[in-house]
């Protein structure tokens, strides 16, 4: 080998090394080093280099693995705290939201009755689906007819109680049809100690419709 052609293959040998040269300059350098045992000896030298990484660039790049690894850890963490929250949110509120129990599509007229024995105490009794009631939604009645929402309502001519049962939104999806014998009962009021109050319904307030379950005798 002329020392010229050396000198040549020198200058390209570190890109070779590196394997960032064109594939023709691969191909010069190859050819040669496969004849050159000085030039063959420099490029194992450098592989060599190559492959001993100071100890400081370990540490920069066992830092930037950590980094990183952390960096992701907090974005899995938070993802996970977000879905949760979303989840735990939602079921929060179905379970705080209430919704009529359908006069009809639980048989309310066989299961919801109020009674009055011999001291005049009022009782909403439930059985059952009704006793799965959340809870007992009470609503006052003026002589026209007006519920205690409605604009036209008059607090002087209160004529009767509406009573609703109302369950939480997310019961409506698991509703059992175990039927329970036990009897709920609910104190209303002393047909002595209020004259006013003539009959008292069940309000479907979302088909807004009323059944009569008692009446002044
Ligand atoms: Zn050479």
Redesign the pocket.
């Known amino acids: 080998?002329n020392k010229k052609?050396?000198e040549l293959?020198?200058d390209l040998l570190p890109l070779y090394a590196d394997n960032v040269c064109s594939s023709e300059s691969r191909a010069v350098v190859a050819e040669?080093?496969a004849?050159?045992e000085?030039?063959r000896m420099q490029l194992r030298k450098m592989n060599c280099d190559i492959k001993a990484v100071p100890a400081e660039d370990i540490n920069t790049i066992k830092r930037i693995k950590k980094r990183i690894f952390i960096e992701k850890l907090v974005i899995i963490i938070v993802s996970v705290l977000f879905v949760f929250g979303v989840s735990y949110g939602t079921l929060f509120m179905l379970l705080n939201t209430d919704t009529t129990m359908d006069y009809q599509k639980y048989n309310l007229a066989e299961n919801v009755w109020v009674e009055q024995d011999e001291k005049g105490d009022v009782w909403l009794v439930r059985k059952a689906l009704a006793t799965q009631a959340w809870f007992i939604y009470p609503d006052i009645i003026d002589s026209n007819g007006n519920h205690i929402d409605d604009e036209a309502f008059s607090k002087d001519n209160i004529a009767a109680f509406a009573y609703t049962l109302k369950q939480r939104a997310i019961d409506s999806f698991a509703i059992s049809e175990t039927m329970i014998d036990n009897e709920e009962r609910t104190h209303l009021f002393n047909v002595n100690d209020n004259d006013k109050i003539d009959t008292i319904y069940y309000y479907d307030d979302t088909n807004e419709a009323e059944y009569v379950l008692w009446e002044r005798s």
């Open positions: 080998m052609s050396c293959i020198a040669h080093i004849e050159c000085n030039c």
